[in-house]
């Protein structure tokens, strides 16, 4: 009777997880005006003004800027009007919002601060002629995986050029984008995040996911094996 009930428990196990895959898989699109609090606009080619430095402000989304985590240094990051709005690198040296700075950061799962990885990361930026920029990804250890640069992949929905590097597995830790034309980034979208994806790791679904997993019955089947102990 009780090994009836473990494999009964064993393959809603495994429609659950089944499930688990196919809820968390969604990619995420991050644009600078969504930060909580907002990032205070700065004005293009000026010094970013109190509250205009973007680090934790997208956290809740899963993006962390201006931090590589172990692929830095890092260099900071501010918002400015392109129009749309637009993130700009800091110019470590001047402390102006030169157009030309890098921008980067790195992946955590959704109002945490646990590293997270994806397998693709997509970012929107421009105006710069084609092949002027280049979208570098990272793995958790700092070392580069993947670099692609601008007008290869499309238009996005703000005009500009689309840059999309896209892994076999999740495997990308952070980002930086960076080129030898003035540019901004108006948008970053990337998959669903996890908190171990190389070879053969397991994936582990962000925390609203795994909630609503022991909301729609895992819980139960569980309470259940106790009390038949």
Same mark, same amino acid.
């Given at each position: ?7 009964s ?16 898989l969604?990619d ?10 907002p990032v205070?606009?700065?004005p ?9 430095i973007?680090?934790t ?10 931090d590589?985590g172990a692929?830095g240094?890092?260099?900071?990051t ?10 700009? #690198? ?20 959704p ?6 990885? /994806? ?7 421009g105006f710069?002629?084609?092949g *002027? ?8 250890d ?9 007008g290869?992949?499309?238009?996005g ?11 076999? *597995? ?5 980002f930086?984008?960076?080129g ?8 970053? /979208?990337?998959?669903d995040?996890? *908190?171990?994806g190389?070879?053969? #790791? ?6 609203? /996911? ?19 102990k």
């Amino acid at each position: 009777m009780f090994k009836t009930h473990r494999l009964s428990l064993a393959a809603s196990l495994s429609a659950l997880l089944a499930l688990s895959a196919s809820v968390a898989l969604a990619d995420t699109t991050v644009k600078p005006g969504d930060g909580i609090p907002p990032v205070v606009v700065s004005p293009a080619f000026g010094v970013p003004v109190i509250g205009g430095i973007a680090t934790t402000q997208y956290k809740h989304l899963g993006l962390i800027l201006s931090d590589r985590g172990a692929a830095g240094p890092s260099v900071q990051t501010a918002v400015f009007n392109d129009p749309p709005l637009a993130w700009g #690198g800091v110019n470590a040296i001047g402390g102006d919002i030169d157009l030309l700075s890098p921008v980067d950061g790195r992946f955590v799962l959704p109002s945490t601060m646990i590293d997270a990885l /994806t397998d693709m990361v997509e970012v929107e930026v421009g105006f710069a002629n084609a092949g *002027t920029l280049t979208l570098y990804v990272y793995a958790s250890d700092g070392s580069l995986l993947d670099s692609r640069v601008n007008g290869l992949d499309g238009l996005g929905p703000h005009g500009r050029d689309l840059i999309k590097i896209t892994r076999p *597995t999740a495997d990308i830790a952070s980002f930086r984008v960076d080129g030898n034309d003035t540019w901004g980034m108006n948008q970053i /979208t990337f998959g669903d995040l996890v *908190t171990s994806g190389g070879p053969g #790791g397991p994936e582990v679904p962000e925390p609203g /996911t795994l909630a609503m997993l022991v909301g729609s019955g895992l819980a139960g089947g569980v309470v259940f094996l106790r009390r038949r102990k």
